[in-house]
Protein backbone atom coordinates (compact mmCIF):
# COMPACT_ATOMS: atom_id res chain seq x y z
CA UNK A 1 0.00 0.00 0.00
CA UNK A 2 2.82 2.34 0.93
CA UNK A 3 4.58 1.24 -2.94
CA UNK A 4 0.88 2.51 -3.75
CA UNK A 5 0.69 6.18 -2.38
CA UNK A 6 4.12 6.46 -3.08
CA UNK A 7 3.48 6.32 -7.09
CA UNK A 8 0.18 8.34 -6.75
CA UNK A 9 1.90 10.81 -4.48
CA UNK A 10 4.84 11.26 -7.79
CA UNK A 11 1.96 11.24 -10.14
CA UNK A 12 -0.19 14.34 -8.23
CA UNK A 13 3.23 16.14 -8.33
CA UNK A 14 4.12 15.48 -11.60
CA UNK A 15 0.79 16.23 -13.04
CA UNK A 16 -0.04 19.78 -10.90
CA UNK A 17 3.86 20.75 -12.11
CA UNK A 18 2.66 20.19 -15.35
CA UNK A 19 -0.64 22.10 -15.23
CA UNK A 20 1.41 24.80 -13.46
CA UNK A 21 3.75 25.24 -16.45
CA UNK A 22 1.32 25.13 -18.94
CA UNK A 23 -0.10 28.33 -17.09
CA UNK A 24 -2.92 26.99 -15.02
CA UNK A 25 -3.71 28.78 -11.72
CA UNK A 26 -3.30 26.98 -9.14
CA UNK A 27 -4.16 29.03 -6.36
CA UNK A 28 -3.76 29.14 -2.56
CA UNK A 29 -5.56 30.77 0.12
CA UNK A 30 -5.03 33.40 1.29
CA UNK A 31 -2.54 33.36 4.73
CA UNK A 32 -3.22 36.37 7.41
CA UNK A 33 0.04 36.73 8.02
CA UNK A 34 1.36 37.03 4.71
CA UNK A 35 -2.04 39.49 4.19
CA UNK A 36 -0.43 41.49 7.03
CA UNK A 37 2.97 42.35 5.38
CA UNK A 38 1.79 46.02 3.38
CA UNK A 39 0.31 46.74 6.89
CA UNK A 40 3.80 45.85 8.16
CA UNK A 41 5.45 47.95 5.32
CA UNK A 42 2.63 50.79 6.02
CA UNK A 43 3.47 51.14 9.86
CA UNK A 44 7.34 51.41 9.51
CA UNK A 45 6.49 53.93 6.65
CA UNK A 46 4.58 56.02 8.90
CA UNK A 47 6.43 55.85 11.78
CA UNK A 48 9.94 57.01 10.01
CA UNK A 49 11.87 53.60 11.06
CA UNK A 50 13.54 50.66 9.37
CA UNK A 51 11.91 46.73 8.63
CA UNK A 52 13.64 44.67 10.26
CA UNK A 53 13.35 40.66 8.15
CA UNK A 54 15.56 38.10 8.71
CA UNK A 55 15.07 34.41 7.23
CA UNK A 56 16.75 32.52 10.21
CA UNK A 57 19.60 31.61 11.81
CA UNK A 58 20.57 28.37 9.74
CA UNK A 59 24.44 28.40 8.54
CA UNK A 60 23.73 26.70 5.68
CA UNK A 61 21.64 25.58 2.60
CA UNK A 62 23.26 22.41 2.52
CA UNK A 63 21.61 20.95 5.84
CA UNK A 64 18.09 19.59 5.40
CA UNK A 65 14.98 20.66 6.49
CA UNK A 66 16.56 24.31 8.05
CA UNK A 67 17.25 24.63 3.86
CA UNK A 68 13.99 24.47 2.89
CA UNK A 69 12.81 27.11 5.68
CA UNK A 70 15.34 29.25 5.04
CA UNK A 71 14.65 29.45 0.71
CA UNK A 72 10.98 29.76 1.80
CA UNK A 73 11.96 32.54 4.22
CA UNK A 74 13.96 34.17 1.39
CA UNK A 75 11.09 34.35 -1.11
CA UNK A 76 9.23 36.11 1.51
CA UNK A 77 12.03 38.71 2.02
CA UNK A 78 11.76 39.40 -1.65
CA UNK A 79 8.26 40.11 -1.78
CA UNK A 80 8.82 42.40 1.54
CA UNK A 81 11.47 43.80 0.04
CA UNK A 82 9.67 45.06 -2.88
CA UNK A 83 6.84 46.33 -0.55
CA UNK A 84 9.64 48.60 1.20
CA UNK A 85 11.53 49.89 -2.36
CA UNK A 86 8.22 50.98 -3.66
CA UNK A 87 7.07 52.79 0.22
CA UNK A 88 10.79 53.99 0.70
CA UNK A 89 10.95 52.25 3.86
CA UNK A 90 14.87 51.66 5.16
CA UNK A 91 15.01 47.74 4.87
CA UNK A 92 17.79 45.79 7.41
CA UNK A 93 18.54 41.74 6.99
CA UNK A 94 20.14 40.04 9.11
CA UNK A 95 21.13 36.74 8.04
CA UNK A 96 23.76 33.69 9.36
CA UNK A 97 23.31 31.94 6.28
CA UNK A 98 26.73 32.32 4.80
CA UNK A 99 26.40 30.78 1.33
CA UNK A 100 23.21 31.87 0.82
CA UNK A 101 24.35 35.43 1.15
CA UNK A 102 24.93 35.54 -2.63
CA UNK A 103 20.92 34.51 -2.92
CA UNK A 104 19.54 37.17 -0.35
CA UNK A 105 22.05 39.63 -2.24
CA UNK A 106 20.41 39.12 -5.55
CA UNK A 107 17.03 38.53 -4.20
CA UNK A 108 16.87 42.13 -2.84
CA UNK A 109 18.71 43.68 -5.62
CA UNK A 110 16.52 42.44 -8.07
CA UNK A 111 13.09 43.22 -5.46
CA UNK A 112 14.65 46.86 -5.90
CA UNK A 113 15.09 46.91 -9.39
CA UNK A 114 11.46 45.82 -10.51
CA UNK A 115 9.99 48.44 -8.63
CA UNK A 116 12.54 50.80 -10.54
CA UNK A 117 14.68 52.25 -7.57
CA UNK A 118 17.65 50.29 -7.91
CA UNK A 119 19.86 53.20 -6.22
CA UNK A 120 18.51 52.35 -3.24
CA UNK A 121 19.98 49.08 -2.23
CA UNK A 122 23.04 48.70 -0.75
CA UNK A 123 24.97 45.33 0.68
CA UNK A 124 25.13 47.49 4.15
CA UNK A 125 21.39 46.52 4.41
CA UNK A 126 22.83 42.79 4.77
CA UNK A 127 24.14 42.14 8.52
CA UNK A 128 25.99 38.43 7.80
CA UNK A 129 26.18 37.45 11.77
CA UNK A 130 28.30 34.30 12.24
CA UNK A 131 27.15 32.35 15.29
CA UNK A 132 23.95 31.98 16.94
CA UNK A 133 24.68 33.50 19.75
CA UNK A 134 26.18 36.46 18.58
CA UNK A 135 23.25 36.64 16.29
CA UNK A 136 20.28 36.90 18.83
CA UNK A 137 23.42 39.98 20.68
CA UNK A 138 23.33 41.72 17.57
CA UNK A 139 19.34 41.78 16.80
CA UNK A 140 19.00 42.72 20.28
CA UNK A 141 20.94 45.51 20.20
CA UNK A 142 19.87 46.60 17.02
CA UNK A 143 15.94 46.82 18.13
CA UNK A 144 17.39 48.95 21.25
CA UNK A 145 19.55 50.81 19.01
CA UNK A 146 17.39 51.71 15.75
CA UNK A 147 13.77 50.74 17.14
CA UNK A 148 12.26 49.23 14.45
CA UNK A 149 8.31 49.52 13.97
CA UNK A 150 7.58 46.45 12.09
CA UNK A 151 10.38 42.83 12.37
CA UNK A 152 9.69 39.88 10.15
CA UNK A 153 11.30 36.51 10.74
CA UNK A 154 9.99 33.66 8.40
CA UNK A 155 12.93 31.18 8.26
CA UNK A 156 14.43 28.50 10.66
CA UNK A 157 14.59 29.39 14.43
CA UNK A 158 16.18 26.99 17.10
CA UNK A 159 16.16 28.46 20.86
CA UNK A 160 16.37 31.69 20.50
CA UNK A 161 13.27 32.53 18.78
CA UNK A 162 10.78 33.73 21.89
CA UNK A 163 14.27 36.28 22.53
CA UNK A 164 14.10 37.61 19.36
CA UNK A 165 10.36 38.03 19.43
CA UNK A 166 10.13 39.15 23.03
CA UNK A 167 12.95 41.48 22.60
CA UNK A 168 10.77 43.21 19.63
CA UNK A 169 8.15 43.11 21.80
CA UNK A 170 10.19 45.24 24.20
CA UNK A 171 9.39 48.33 21.81
CA UNK A 172 5.97 47.45 20.41
CA UNK A 173 7.12 46.38 17.01
CA UNK A 174 4.66 44.62 14.69
CA UNK A 175 5.85 41.41 14.28
CA UNK A 176 5.31 38.35 11.72
CA UNK A 177 6.78 35.28 12.10
CA UNK A 178 7.25 32.20 10.68
CA UNK A 179 8.61 28.57 10.93
CA UNK A 180 8.80 24.79 10.42
CA UNK A 181 10.21 23.70 14.15
CA UNK A 182 7.75 22.43 15.83
CA UNK A 183 9.40 23.37 19.30
CA UNK A 184 9.23 27.31 18.05
CA UNK A 185 5.93 27.48 16.93
CA UNK A 186 4.10 28.02 20.42
CA UNK A 187 6.82 30.87 21.25
CA UNK A 188 6.21 32.28 17.93
CA UNK A 189 2.27 32.22 18.01
CA UNK A 190 2.47 33.64 21.68
CA UNK A 191 5.00 36.87 21.01
CA UNK A 192 3.93 37.70 17.47
CA UNK A 193 1.27 39.61 16.36
CA UNK A 194 1.00 37.03 13.28
CA UNK A 195 2.37 33.88 12.72
CA UNK A 196 2.88 31.18 9.57
CA UNK A 197 2.42 27.91 11.62
CA UNK A 198 4.79 24.68 9.71
CA UNK A 199 3.72 24.01 6.23
CA UNK A 200 2.27 27.52 5.98
CA UNK A 201 6.11 28.89 5.96
CA UNK A 202 6.06 26.87 2.80
CA UNK A 203 2.95 27.68 1.45
CA UNK A 204 3.68 31.27 2.31
CA UNK A 205 7.16 31.02 -0.56
CA UNK A 206 5.12 29.58 -3.17
CA UNK A 207 2.44 31.70 -3.01
CA UNK A 208 4.69 34.47 -3.14
CA UNK A 209 7.55 33.40 -5.64
CA UNK A 210 4.75 32.01 -7.78
CA UNK A 211 7.03 29.14 -9.18
CA UNK A 212 5.08 26.29 -10.79
CA UNK A 213 7.58 24.10 -9.33
CA UNK A 214 6.78 24.81 -5.31
CA UNK A 215 3.20 25.56 -6.03
CA UNK A 216 2.63 21.90 -7.82
CA UNK A 217 4.42 20.24 -5.17
CA UNK A 218 2.14 21.72 -2.65
CA UNK A 219 -0.93 21.23 -4.48
CA UNK A 220 -0.17 17.43 -4.84
CA UNK A 221 0.50 17.42 -1.09
CA UNK A 222 -2.62 18.45 -0.27
CA UNK A 223 -4.48 16.53 -3.15
CA UNK A 224 -2.69 12.80 -1.40
CA UNK A 225 -3.86 14.29 2.14
CA UNK A 226 -7.25 14.69 0.77
CA UNK A 227 -7.00 11.23 -0.47
CA UNK A 228 -5.97 9.42 2.55
CA UNK A 229 -8.12 10.87 4.93
CA UNK A 230 -11.50 9.81 2.66
CA UNK A 231 -9.41 6.38 3.11
CA UNK A 232 -9.01 6.41 6.80
CA UNK A 233 -12.49 7.99 7.19
CA UNK A 234 -14.06 4.79 4.57
CA UNK A 235 -12.09 2.47 6.48
CA UNK A 236 -13.70 3.42 9.86
CA UNK A 237 -17.02 3.84 8.53
CA UNK A 238 -16.66 0.23 7.11
CA UNK A 239 -14.91 -1.15 10.38
CA UNK A 240 -18.90 -0.60 11.72
CA UNK A 241 -19.79 -3.41 9.36
CA UNK A 242 -16.82 -5.53 10.42
CA UNK A 243 -15.79 -5.10 6.84
CA UNK A 244 -11.79 -4.57 7.61
CA UNK A 245 -10.53 -5.01 4.24
CA UNK A 246 -9.92 -1.29 3.84
CA UNK A 247 -8.02 -1.25 7.59
CA UNK A 248 -6.17 -4.53 6.25
CA UNK A 249 -4.95 -2.73 3.31
CA UNK A 250 -4.15 0.37 4.86
CA UNK A 251 -2.12 -1.45 7.86
CA UNK A 252 -0.11 -2.93 5.21
Known amino acids: MALVLLIVAFALFYLYTYWGRQGKELTIRTLAA ?12 EMGTPLLDSSGIASTLGTG ?7 AGISVMGYVARLCASAGVPLHVFTRTIDGLPLIEETLRQAYTMEGRPEDYSS ?8 QHSFVSAWLG ?18 ESVVLAEG ?22 ASTDYSLIMEE ?8 SKDPDNLGALAGED ?7 ALIGLGFLLAFGKITFLIDLLGM
Not at 34 to 43: K, N, Y
Not at 65 to 71: E, G, P
Not at 201 to 208: K, S
Not at 223 to 229: E, G
Open 34 to 45: VAAIPEAVGRAA
Open 142 to 159: YLQRERPASIIMVGYYAY
Open 223 to 229: TLKLICM
Open 124 to 131: DMIEVIST
Open 65 to 71: RSAADTL
Open 168 to 189: GNTIGAMQISGTVNSHQVPFMV
Open 201 to 208: VYAAGAAI
